[in-house]
């Protein structure tokens, strides 16, 4: 935000220097990032003095040019070569001395050296507006009054202004704090301690009960606004705004463009309420409606660019359609120009939501948009409205006709606080003389209700949207008393509460470690996604979605961590990273069926390309489904879950092509498999991604009740039995080992999947796992009839449970 030292000082005086303003601005928070000067034309005209046309005579060797001698104050008088056609002997001129540099108007910088022109000398040059970059003008030299002293600085004979233009770092919370006035309340508060600053304000008359004038308004969404209100202004003739006004504009950045829009521009930024004037010749039907459009409707801003209108965009319409988008952008076929002759013009609090969606959606930023969508006082409408009016009627002659029109929903009560100094002592560390909180108080606007031993009774202002209870009081007073002020002590002390075991975050920083040592890197995505992905990522889980989304890309909560994973390795695909490994730890977020938001903590790895580059020793070979598998079986092992207690099953997943499940007591921990084509696609990602969502919290409550024990290695040897079990191309192997270790939970140490065939010599639908089977007993060496009775177990199980057959 740009503020400027010289019309800053038009609400404060008197005003400190401009570092020091800077420096207290800065220290009650309104953080001053910068300054710079800001002169009405470039480069001060630093250099160009006023002189008098001593001789002027024809150029012996040129036509077109002239021989003349200026008189600039200095001991002797100017040889120049001047080219312009009005040059004669006795004018008053202005002179762009040797070492001067111009800035011509659309033209590069000009130097003044002295030179030869056509053989004769010439030691500076006579100059036109466009050569000063006061104007465009190349006919002539500029002429001035034969009163004008000579020798004087051009820029005090032509009134050039400079100024010292801050840029301020405004944070959310300062909004009342986003105009000229504002920053010069909260600078007087400041400088509370001073008797002789006063903070002023313009005086305007707003009638107490007055005529509405004859331009109905119909607001047909009063959930959009919180006040409305309009005066319509007769006879008034546009121009040119005054230059005091021009160049205060031009000091922050705002082109001036006619009377009336910068009347508009600039009670905005003197008092941070936005006002909008429309040429109520191009009213339509004599009526304004405020109400959304149709979706779809086409509106053209005011700069031409055409925008297609959703249902909850806020309009300013005439009976024929849209005029303007409400506390944004003005339309280009309402807006007043050098024949506007009647003006509606318009000072509303449009609600922050509206105002915030709109902007986001159409990518609209103004100067309005960022104060509605921060918040306005409903306070400030009427005296916005006046102020301007005024100002109007000044520059550009006309009448308000009738009155203004009000309209107001809700009440303009204020809010109350019952504030205590026992609770601004404990918060600031240290007491606060009372009296110095009163004054900070009742500079910064708010009122002082009334007064106990234990506090104050508080009326917080409308300008103060941003303050609600004590603490945000106990801030105001703060930053303005200072925070310097504030001693810092000299010792630390802190209670140290015991630690929960195990600690969670090293177990955290354990795994990561683990998955860094095996090549992954560690991403960190934004919580957001969009709602077109969310649910085919989340298996059908319900998004939850935001009530005021930056985009449509990023509308809703994610589902599923894996769209962020997928955009990662499409970013780093397009800048040639093609062997990828990356993890996360996150939440997804979801709407259970009861309408509850659900929150899940998850770790989430995907990996991609190859799984050993190219060498001189092997080819390339690609990553693939056991790998990751593998991976995140080594996670589950330094948490002590090894495969055998978990169950493992093939599930039916929307964001996989196939997908499996390892469940512990019958929740899910782990979801791994390849993802489906058509989310790659979505990516533009051309091969396979291997990816697994890892539920944390399931995960850390086995970790926390796994128990670490001591067993001695067995003194008995084991043995391995194999069987060649034919069975339904339907079964699975997890269903084999599960089977086994249901069935023999003493005796069986291992089971593993060694082969599996499925041709031609076999029956149709059928395929051979070949299954071995390791036995061993702690206490005792097991016998060939232990082994047989197991196998006989086992065997039998298969068959009744799975269909099995014994291959020979």
Known sequence: MKISYAWLSRYIRPIPEPEQTAQLLTDCGLEVESWAPFESVKGGLKGVVTGLVLECIQHPNADRLRLTKVDVGLAEPLDIVCGAPNVAAGQKVLVATVGTTLYPSGQDPIQIKESKIRGERSQGMICA????????????????PATTPVGVPAAEVLGLTTDTVFEIGLTPNHIDAASHFGTARDLAAVLYDRSEVEL???????????????????????????????????????????????????????????????????????????????????????????????????????????LTLASSDLMICDAEGPLCMAGIYGGLNSGVNSNTTEIFLESATFDAVWVRRSSKRHNLKTDSSFRFERGTDPEATLYALYRAASLITELCGGTIVGGHTDELFGTLDRRLCHYKWAFMDRLIGEPVPREDARKILTKLGFVLRGESTEGLEIEIPGFKVDVEGPADITEEILRIYGYNRIAIPTQVRNSISPAAKPDVHALRNRLSDHLCSQGFFEVLNNSLSSSSIASVAGNGAEP???????????????????????????????????????????????????????????????????????????????????HLKGWVSHVLQLLGLDDGRLDWRLISHQAFKEAYAWELNGKTLVVLGEVHGSLRKHYDIPSAV?????????????????????????????????????????????????LARQTERKLLKEVNLFDVYEGDKLPAGKKSYAVSFVFGDDEQTLTDKQIEKTMERLLKAFTEQLGAELRN
């Open 129 to 144: 507006e466009d050569e000063l970059g006061i104007g465009e003008s190349h006919a002539g030299i500029l002429v001035l």
């Open 690 to 738: 291997f990816a697994a969502e890892i539920n944390w919290q399931p995960l850390w409550n086995a970790y926390r009740k796994a128990k670490v024990s001591y067993t001695e290695v067995s003194r008995f040897p084991t043995v391995r039995r194999d069987l060649a079990l034919l069975l339904s191309k339907e079964v699975s192997y997890a269903e084999v080992s599960r």
């Open 544 to 626: 939850v979605a935001l009530a005021n989304p930056l985009s449509s890309e990023l509308d809703v909560m994610r589902t599923s961590m894996l769209p962020a994973l997928l955009e990662n390795i499409a970013w780093n695909r397009n800048r040639q990273q093609n062997d990828l490994r990356f993890f996360e730890w996150g939440k997804t977020y979801a709407l259970g069926e009861d309408g509850a938001f659900l929150e899940t903590e998850k770790l989430a790895m995907v990996i991609y390309g190859n799984s050993v580059p190219e060498n001189i020793h092997q080819a390339p070979q690609s990553v693939g489904f056991f």
């Open 200 to 306: 002023l304000r313009e005086a305007v008359v707003i009638p107490a009960i007055a005529e509405k004038h004859d331009t109905p308004v119909v607001i047909e969404q009063p959930e959009a606004l919180k006040r409305y209100s309009s005066i319509r202004i007769s006879g008034v003739k546009v121009g040119e705004s005054p230059d005091w006004m021009k160049n205060l504009l031009l000091s922050i950045g705002l082109r001036p463009i006619n009377a009336v829009v910068d009347v508009t521009n600039f009670v905005l930024h003197e008092t941070g309420q936005p006002l909008h004037a429309f040429d109520h010749g191009k009213i339509r039907g004599g009526k304004i409606f405020v109400r959304s459009c149709e979706n779809g409707t086409p509106f053209t801003t005011l700069d031409g660019q055409t």
